[in-house]
């Protein structure tokens, strides 16, 4: 199973980005499957690489499902019910690919 980490583009420049994780941290990203995206831009991230553009609101929950599954983690309690709220009102989707004719 991959983890997508929620990164904010602080300067970008050709097919890399400077960008700021959830933590504050600041890393390169490859841009590559994204194309160009400016700085301010939203992207869910994985290995060092963009693999989608995202908005606010979803980096947001994205960010939540993790600081709740790092607290597990740690042995601390974790409000599970509003880290994947967005899972609970809805039955997940396969993506397009995966669905049958």
Do not use: Y
């Amino acid at each position: 199973m991959c983890v997508g980490e929620p990164m904010q583009i602080l300067a970008a420049a050709d097919a890399h980005a400077r960008c700021r994780d959830r933590h504050g941290r600041t890393c390169e990203i490859d841009l590559l499957l994204t194309g160009p995206q400016p700085a301010g831009t939203w992207l869910l991230t994985f290995l060092g690489t963009a693999r989608e553009v995202i908005d606010a609101e979803r980096a947001g929950a994205v960010a939540r499902a993790l600081d709740a599954l790092d607290a597990l983690a740690r042995g601390e309690p974790a409000d599970l019910d509003a880290a994947f709220a967005d899972l609970l009102e809805r039955t997940p989707q396969l993506p397009d690919f995966l669905r049958g004719p």
